[in-house]
């Protein structure tokens, strides 16, 4: 995760927006932004990669 600037208090809550950019049977990658509800600004990123485990 990657901090650009805080969220101040009585700000606006953020929008935030997570995606699965490949799923996929041994590995699945994911990023993530939170920006500025009222003037898009990016508060925050990052990404994800993820071991695919069976159960059982």
Aim: charged share 20%; hydrophobic share 40%; proline share 5%.
């Amino acid at each position: 995760m990657h901090l650009i600037r805080p969220v101040l208090p009585g700000a606006a809550a953020p929008r935030r927006e997570g995606v699965a950019l490949h799923v996929g049977r041994t590995t699945a990658t994911a990023e993530a932004r939170v920006t500025g509800a009222a003037d898009g600004k990016l508060y925050a990123h990052g990404t994800t990669t993820c071991a695919v485990l069976r159960t059982g």
